[in-house]
């Protein structure tokens, strides 16, 4: 059956992460992070077998965002989709499988839709944010987490984002002053680390001003350093009393199935808010 261009967040955090894109019969992933079984069954709510996947999209080879990577695309024949530096460390110590280079800034067109990818800070070997293009409708998505600060890049490559998938991984004041080792919180505050509500907050801002109504999705919420609502409460705070602009906001949560968007969406809720 024809499907709605459409986004589902399936995980998202340090536990896991997989968004699901859809539209007309094609179905892919952003990302592979979940164990296999948890995968299936949250692909069954949706009518969907690992196999009906065109492709999983990787942003970089951490564990969170490619834990069952190797098992979907070996047992299911779905290809990996990455730059050639993430799946070289991807591969190290596995057998190849199905897998297709796609080098940043080039595009992959698959059925209705146009994926391309952009540079991103983190410490991975290429981590990329990625971007969703659908042609009939002229909507955009750009999906950005694990990101260690914003640059110049980015701002140009979310440009126009109709929904935009934006880390808010922690509040800076209760990761240090929080139980994390200090290596760590040097690391998550590093500018190859996270994106703060902070930093979000203000990234969400300009993008406001320049583009208007639209949806976010707060995701990668830290467990320890980070609520739904802090992030939520902030977020809205700040766009509100700097840009008066009606953004939607949602939560990507960590370990279930949640945020749900397709276009016009954000007309449809905009009263809400
Ligand atoms: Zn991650
Ligand atoms: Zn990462």
Redesign the pocket.
Known sequence: MDQQFSVHALASGSSGNATLVRAGRIAFLIDVGLPMRKLSAALAKQGLTPADLSGVVIS?E?A??VQSAHAISKRHNVPLIANEKTLTAFYRRKTQTPHHILAVGDRWTVGDLQIETFTIP???ID?VGINILHAPSGQKVSHLT?VGHVTETIRRAIRGAHLLVLEANHDVHRLQGGGYPGYLKARILSDQGHLSNEAAGHLLCEHALEHGPHTVWLAHLSKENNTPKLALGYARATVAVETNCPVVFDVAKRDSPSAFWTPGQSALQLPLF
């Open positions: 970089h951490h969170d965002h983190h410490d991975a981590p694990d």
